[in-house]
Each structure stands twice: as structure tokens, then as C-alpha cells.
């Protein structure tokens, strides 16, 4: 697995996980911040998927901010779901830290 692949899964992911809160909630910012962040993310996997190491570098570091992210969401409202991303962000940062070193 390459990493540009990896942050298109975890681009997919975040996205789906956006929408869902926002079925569930309402919440018209978790879509759109949801929405920028998988955006984001995926311009980091086309750039490196292009050859351009920074942008893996960039979706790595996105990716330990989200992880965080989720895990200071789970502290204060203990929410199910952001435990789920928070396992889900912290997998793709382990994966994309091995392939980064690798």
C-alpha cells in the first residue's frame, strides 16, 4: 500500500464520517469541516502520489491533528462515534509514519 492510497481511504472516511454526523446532528459543521479536511487530504495524496514528499508530510501531520481532534472530543463527551475515528485516525497516522520511514 502507498501512502498517496492511505490518504485517500482516510479522505473517504472523514468525509463519510462528516456526513453521518451530520444526519445524525444536524450539524452543518461537521459536514463542511469534514468536506475541507477530506479535501485537503486528498490534495496531500495526489501530491504525493505526483512524486511531491511534502504533501505526504503535510496529510501526515492533518492526520495526528485529527487524531487529537477526536480523542479530545471523546474525553469531554465521551461520543461513540469520535472514539471510532479516533481508532480510525490513529491507524492511518501508524500506517502512513511506517510508510514514511519505511
Avoid: E
Amino acid at each position: 500500500m502507498t501512502i498517496s492510497l492511505l490518504l485517500f481511504v482516510y479522505a473517504a472516511l472523514i468525509a463519510v464520517g462528516g456526513l453521518i454526523a451530520f444526519v445524525r446532528t444536524k450539524s452543518k459543521v461537521s459536514a463542511i469541516v469534514g468536506g475541507i479536511i477530506a479535501a485537503i487530504l486528498l490534495l496531500c495524496g495526489f501530491l504525493a502520489q505526483t512524486g511531491f514528499q511534502a504533501g505526504a508530510y503535510i496529510g501526515f501531520v492533518l492526520t495526528l491533528l485529527m487524531t487529537s481532534l477526536f480523542g479530545l472530543r471523546y474525553q469531554r463527551k465521551k461520543l461513540r462515534s469520535a472514539a471510532l475515528m479516533m481508532v480510525i485516525s490513529l491507524l492511518a497516522a501508524g500506517g502512513m509514519a511506517y510508510l514514511l520511514v519505511a
